[in-house]
């Protein structure tokens, strides 16, 4: 049977757990908003990112209008050259010069149709980055009222443990207490340490049997191993 000092260190053991446990979710609130925070932030970035995508497809399209304009103009005044030539050699340079013109209105022509397709392709992938951005101010504002929903029942949750575990700490002699608040400030809720079949469940050092005697009969032990107080369950 346990002794009295290894009763104590099992329950001021669990306190502590459950302590570490509520002051890990109280800073991982925080933790979680910043991080949602952060998502919304470079969803923006995205979306300022692809209306600039968009404006600079739009200004190439454009660019491409203004080419094939100029471009037709430049055939329409071939051709009404190619009327006024007066010499076969003179049409016959003009007449190459309207079919590379019209062959390069055809390139002009099929630049402006991929200009539109990029802007169409531009606005659809704009969309689904705004709704992904709407759907991550969301999660945002969820993560901020879960964790303003969960602070106080976590703050009150760590001041009644704070105070029980004063109280367990009774168990540690007051010649330890020094040792002991060592301890507890180095390893928080692993400064106890249950025995498993005589091993330190810290560290899997074997406690000596002069220890395992000073155990039962109640003495507050500190592993030879990992230097944790050590109870027997």
Not at 82 to 102: C, H, M, P, R, W
Not at 173 to 188: K, N
Not at 201 to 212: G, H, L, N, P
């Amino acid at each position: 049977m346990a002794s009295e000092t290894s009763a104590g260190l099992k329950v001021l053991h669990g306190l502590l757990q459950q302590l570490a446990e509520a002051e890990a979710g109280l800073a991982d609130g925080p933790r979680r908003v910043a991080a949602a925070d952060r998502q919304v932030t470079a969803g923006e970035q995205q979306a300022e990112q692809q209306k600039q995508a968009i404006r600079d497809a739009k200004r190439s399209a454009d660019e491409a209008n203004l080419r094939l304009r100029s471009k037709e103009a430049e055939i329409l005044k071939l051709e009404g050259q190619l009327n006024t030539a007066s010499t076969n050699k003179e049409y016959d340079i003009i007449k190459g010069q309207i079919v590379n013109a019209k062959k390069d209105r055809g390139d002009i022509e099929e630049a402006g149709l991929l200009g539109l397709e990029a802007v169409d392709e531009a606005q659809r992938r704009l969309k689904e980055l705004e709704a992904e951005l709407q759907k991550r101010r969301q999660q945002a504002q969820a993560a901020k009222s879960d964790y303003e929903a969960q602070k106080p029942k976590l703050q009150a949750e760590i001041e009644a443990l704070q105070t029980q575990i004063s109280e367990a700490e009774k168990v540690v002699p007051g010649s330890e207490l020094a040792t002991w608040r060592r301890l507890r400030a180095a390893h928080g809720a692993a400064a106890v340490s249950c025995l498993e079949d005589d091993f330190c469940s810290a560290c899997s050092t074997r406690v000596t049997a002069q220890d395992m005697v000073r155990i039962r009969t109640g003495v507050f032990v500190i592993c030879r191993g990992c230097g944790r107080a050590m109870y027997e369950a």
